[in-house]
T-cell receptor
């Protein structure tokens, strides 16, 4: 199946822990993103990578560190987790080409910090 | 700064009704506009993408229009069904090198049997 897949689907962890979320796409896209959906369901971009190069780093705490080992993978590592980090994190991908290209989203990772 | 607004925030209609969801954006410098559907606890499913040079796109019972100059898009759902119940999100792709997609806050639709 061609898709954006992210793991794990659910993540429950204690405050202060470090955790990672992985994302892979097999669509041949050159740009990948991390979005955060808060408790009010609003989606906001966190990071974007184009051909493994960071192009967007919104005002996200530096406890969040993305890593893109290649064009098809974008992982998100979070250090020293806080209660406020609880949210659903979505990975997405697209072509950078412009008007005719849309985004494809993964199914999300629900992170709960206790 | 691009802002995307969706009205109404929530909508409840009886089955069979035709309905319109509205989306407005403040900056017309966009590459395209995409409508998504999100079911509770699930990911985003792309419904329609309208390029900035297009006026509308259709898929089955869905029709999306785009008026870039006025910063508006509508999603028309014909003959609504209970299975259409979901949150509908509108998002615009910025016409710059960031490739960002900016989302509205969504319209939560309930179609009553």
């Amino acid at each position: 199946d061609t898709a954006v897949s992210q793991t794990p689907k659910y993540l429950v962890t204690q405050m202060g822990n470090d955790k990672s979320i992985k994302c892979e796409q097999n669509l041949g896209h050159d740009t990948m993103y991390w979005y955060k959906q808060d408790s009010k369901k609003f989606l906001k971009i966190m990071f974007s990578y184009n051909n493994k190069e960071l192009i967007i780093n919104e005002t996200v705490p530096n406890r969040f560190s993305p890593k893109s080992p290649d064009k098809a993978h974008l992982n998100l590592h979070i250090n020293s987790l806080e209660l406020g980090d609880s949210a659903v994190y979505f990975c997405a991908s697209s072509h950078s080409g412009g008007i005719s290209y849309g985004y494809t989203f993964g199914s999300g990772t629900r992170l709960t910090v206790v | 700064k691009q802002e995307v607004t969706q009205i109404p925030a929530a909508l409840s209609v009886p089955e069979g009704e035709n309905l319109v969801l509205n989306c407005s954006f403040t900056d017309s410098a966009i590459y395209n506009l995409q409508w998504f559907r999100q079911d509770p606890g699930k990911g985003l499913t792309s419904l329609l993408l309208i390029q900035s040079s297009q006026r509308e796109q259709t898929s089955g019972r869905l029709n999306a229009s785009l008026d870039k100059s006025s910063g508006r898009s509508t999603l028309y759902i014909a003959a609504s069904q209970p299975g259409d119940s979901a949150t509908y999100l509108c998002a615009v792709r910025l016409q710059d090198s960031s490739y960002k997609l900016i989302f509205g806050s969504g319209t939560r639709l309930l179609v009553r049997p």
